[in-house]
C-alpha cells in the first residue's frame, strides 16, 4: 500500500478525496504542479488555506507515515464548489519552478560566460532567494554574447538548458537543478511486468530539418564613389539609411522619392529606398536641373542594413522525413554567434518525435531526467537511456491500495495545442522586446507598506509620604523650630533625605526610607 | 495613553533628521481636569514642570522609560490632575508629547511624587 502525507502551511491534513503531483523539468515545457480536492462538509475547510501557503507532499510504500518527499509548492488558487448538499475545495499550485515563471529578467548581457555562471547569476540579481543552485553543475559551454531583455527567467533558463544540452527542474527540497541530459540512470526498465498501460507515439510534429533564424538588424556605414555620366539615375549597391551626398565636394539637400509630385525647392536629389536608387532632380516644374556633369565627382555616404542571418539544413533527415522548416525570429538575437548556436541547437531536432505515456504497478523513485529502459515488443519498442520529462502521482483511495499511482512520461514531450500557444506568446515576447535594452535608464516606482506605532505603553503616579525624617524651610509642617517657621517663599526647599533637594555639597543629609506607592496607572499591560 | 500628534509629527522629524533637543527631557504637572486628546499642545493647568531624573532608560529594545519626581514642596498644595513629556524646559512652553489624566490626587506637602512612563515602538 502507497502511504501518503500532506502538510499544507505546517498543518497536517489526511482527509483529501485525490491528490495529484506532477513532478517534471524543463523539457516538459512546465513547472511540477499539484492538485488537491477536499471534502468540504458544513464548511469544514472555510479558513484553513490561504494562496501562498506552502505545500508539502510524501508518499512512500509501506511505510506510514511516508517520509520521501516529493514535492513542495505554493497554493495559487483556491476554488470552492458547492451542489445541493456536497460541498468541495480544490487547491491547486506549483512548486517553487514558479518564481522562474513569474518573474522576468532584467535587461542584460553576458558575454564570454559559462552557462551555469549565468544561471546562478540570473537568480541572484532577481534576488530570489528560496531557490538553492547547490545542483547547477558547470557546463562546457561558454557563450560568446546572450542577452535577454525582461523574458521570464523560465524561458531564459530553457534557452541555456538547450544550449548547454541540459535540462533543469527545481526539487522537493527548493534546490535548482541544472544538469546533463542522459546524464543520470534510473537502473530501471519497463517492460510487461510492470507496465499497466503505454502509449508510444512517434511523430514528425515539433521536428524541424531547415532552420532559419533572423536575429537583429544593424546599421553599418558605407560610402560610394559615382562619376556622373550625363543621366540623373544612380543604383546604389545597398538600400541606403542616412543618406549625405557630396557633388564635387559640396553637400547636397536630399528628400523620398515620390513623396511629392513636383520636390520642394532647393532638393538636389531624391532617394527610392526599396530600388537602391539615388535620383538627380530636374525639370520645367522645378525650374532647375541638379544632375551631375559628365566626370563630375558624387560621394555617397549612408548607412546600409547588415542582417543577422543564419540558415542551417540537416540533410540525411530531410532525405529520409522530407523537408520540414522552422524559422525563428528574434530580435535580441545581435550578434552571429548567439544566432549560430540557436541554430545547431535547433537542428538536434531533426528527426521525429518519440513520446511515451507508461502507467506503472508499485513504486518507483522517479525523477525527471533520469533515463530507463523500456522495452515492448507489440510496439517495436525496445530503447535504453529513455530520459523521463515527467511523473505524475494520482492519489486516491483507490489507486493507493492497488499501487497504481504513478505515470511517466519519456523522450519527448509530442507538441500540443497548448505548446503551440506558448510558442506564439514567446514570439510575441521576443518582438516586443526588441527595444528594451540593458544600457537604457529606467525610472523605478516601488511601493511598500510598513508602520510605526508609537503606544504609550504604561505609566504610573506615585507617591510618598516624608513624615518622620524632614526638616523642610517654611515648611508649616516640617519647618518648625518650636512654634516658628523656618525660611519662608516657595523656592526655597531643604528636604532632609531627598535626592535634589537635601544637598549639602555633594553629600545627602538625612534618608528617607518610606518607598512609592502608586495610586495612579494606565496605558497598555505589557 | 494619549501620545499627541506633535510627538507623531516628531517622530517623523526624528527620522529624517537631526533637530537639537527634540527629544523629552522634561516632565509638567497641572490641576487641569480637562479631557486628554491627541490634539493637546499643552497642560490644561500646569503647575509645575521639571527635568527628568537620570536619563531615559533604553534598556527594553523598541522602549523608552522616564521618570521625574517633584519633591513635598514642590507639591505642596498642589491638585494633581494630569501630567505631560515635553521637549522643552521653559514653564508654560513647548508643545507636549504625551498628556494623561486622572483623578484628583491631593498633596498636601507631606508626600513626593514620581511619576514613571514607558512608550513602545511597534
Not at chain 1, 518527499?69 to 458547492?82: N, V
Not at chain 1, 522548416?325 to 528527426?351: M, Y
Request: hydrophobic content about 35%; aromatic content about 10%.
Amino acid at each position: 500500500m502507497i502511504n501518503t502525507l500532506l502538510t499544507i502551511a505546517g498543518t497536517t491534513y489526511d482527509d483529501f478525496i485525490q491528490m495529484k503531483v506532477d513532478v517534471s523539468n524543463d523539457e516538459y515545457l512546465t513547472s511540477s504542479e499539484f492538485k488537491l480536492i477536499f471534502d468540504n462538509p458544513f464548511g469544514r475547510h472555510s479558513s484553513h488555506f490561504s494562496i501562498g501557503d506552502e505545500v508539502i507532499i510524501y508518499a512512500d510504500k509501506d511505510t506510514d507515515p511516508a517520509t520521501t518527499k516529493l514535492f513542495t509548492g505554493i497554493i495559487e488558487e483556491i476554488r470552492f464548489d458547492g451542489r445541493e448538499n456536497s460541498q468541495k475545495v480544490e487547491l491547486t499550485g506549483r512548486d517553487y519552478t514558479q518564481r522562474l515563471m513569474d518573474i522576468t529578467i532584467e535587461p542584460i548581457v553576458y558575454t564570454a560566460s559559462e552557462i551555469s555562471t549565468i544561471i546562478t547569476n540570473i537568480l541572484i540579481n532577481a534576488n530570489i532567494t528560496d531557490i538553492t543552485t547547490t545542483n547547477v553543475n558547470v557546463t562546457s559551454t561558454t557563450l560568446a554574447r546572450i542577452s535577454f531583455n525582461q523574458i521570464p527567467i523560465y524561458d531564459a533558463f530553457t534557452q541555456l538548458a538547450e544550449l548547454a544540452g541540459f535540462y533543469f527542474y527545481i526539487d522537493a527540497d527548493k534546490d535548482l537543478h541544472f544538469e546533463q541530459k542522459k546524464n543520470i540512470s534510473s537502473g530501471l526498465t519497463f517492460d510487461n511486468t510492470n507496465i499497466l498501460e503505454q502509449t508510444f507515439d512517434t511523430t514528425r510534429k515539433g521536428m524541424a530539418n531547415d532552420v532559419w533564424v533572423y536575429g537583429d538588424r544593424q546599421l553599418a556605414g558605407y560610402k560610394e564613389q559615382l562619376s556622373g555620366d550625363g543621366g540623373s539615375v544612380f543604383t546604389l549597391i545597398s538600400k541606403p539609411h542616412n543618406t549625405f551626398i557630396e557633388y564635387l565636394g559640396n553637400p547636397l539637400r536630399g528628400a523620398v522619392y515620390q513623396m511629392a509630385t513636383v520636390p520642394e525647392s532647393g532638393t538636389n536629389y531624391l532617394i527610392s529606398y526599396f530600388d537602391k536608387q539615388l535620383i538627380f532632380a530636374s525639370g520645367t516644374d522645378l525650374g532647375y536641373d541638379s544632375t551631375p556633369i559628365s566626370g563630375g565627382s558624387v560621394l555617397v555616404t549612408y548607412d546600409r542594413e547588415i542582417p543577422i542571418v543564419k540558415h542551417g539544413v540537416e540533410r540525411d533527415s530531410i532525405a529520409v522525413y522530407g523537408q520540414k522548416n522552422k524559422i525563428i525570429n528574434d530580435k535580441s538575437i545581435r550578434d552571429p554567434q548567439t544566432a549560430t548556436d540557436i541554430l545547431k541547437q535547433q537542428l538536434d531536432n531533426a528527426d521525429p518525435y518519440q513520446g511515451m505515456v507508461d502507467d506503472l504497478k508499485g513504486w518507483y523513485t522517479l525523477l525527471p531526467g533520469q533515463t530507463v529502459n523500456t522495452t515492448m515488443s507489440d510496439f517495436g519498442l525496445n530503447s535504453t537511456e529513455l530520459p523521463i520529462l515527467s511523473v505524475k502521482y494520482i492519489f486516491d483511495k483507490n489507486t493507493i491500495y492497488l499501487e497504481n499511482v504513478i505515470r511517466v512520461k519519456f523522450n519527448k514531450k509530442i507538441k500540443d495545442l497548448t505548446d503551440e500557444l506558448a510558442k506564439m506568446n514567446k514570439r510575441l515576447d521576443a518582438i516586443e522586446s526588441a527595444d528594451r535594452q540593458d544600457t537604457d535608464i529606467i525610472t523605478r516606482l516601488e511601493q511598500a507598506t510598513g508602520s510605526l506605532l508609537v503606544v504609550g505603553s504604561h505609566w504610573e503616579v506615585r507617591t510618598r509620604n516624608i513624615a518622620g525624617l524632614n526638616l523642610i524651610l517654611d515648611s508649616p509642617s516640617f519647618g518648625l523650630l518650636d512654634t516658628n517657621t523656618l525660611a519662608s517663599g516657595t523656592t526655597r526647599s531643604w528636604v532632609l533625605g531627598h535626592s535634589q533637594s537635601s544637598i549639602l555639597g555633594t553629600s545627602t543629609l538625612g534618608q528617607v526610607t518610606a518607598t512609592f506607592i502608586t495610586v495612579a496607572s494606565g496605558g497598555y499591560s505589557y | 495613553m494619549a501620545l499627541t500628534n506633535y510627538a507623531k509629527q516628531a517622530v517623523a522629524w526624528g527620522i529624517g533628521s537631526d533637530i537639537t533637543n527634540n527629544y523629552i527631557q522634561y516632565c509638567a504637572i497641572g490641576s487641569g481636569s480637562g479631557a486628554v486628546l491627541a490634539t493637546d499642545t499643552t497642560m490644561v493647568a500646569e503647575t509645575q514642570r521639571n527635568t527628568l531624573t537620570g536619563s531615559p532608560n533604553f534598556t527594553e529594545v523598541r522602549k523608552v522609560g522616564f521618570q521625574a519626581d517633584f519633591n513635598s514642596v514642590e507639591m505642596s498644595g498642589t491638585t494633581l490632575f494630569e501630567f505631560g513629556f515635553l521637549a522643552s524646559g521653559p514653564a508654560l512652553g513647548g508643545s507636549i508629547w504625551q498628556r494623561e489624566g486622572f483623578g484628583s490626587i491631593v498633596f498636601d506637602g507631606t508626600s513626593e511624587l514620581q511619576i514613571v512612563s514607558t512608550m513602545e515602538v511597534l
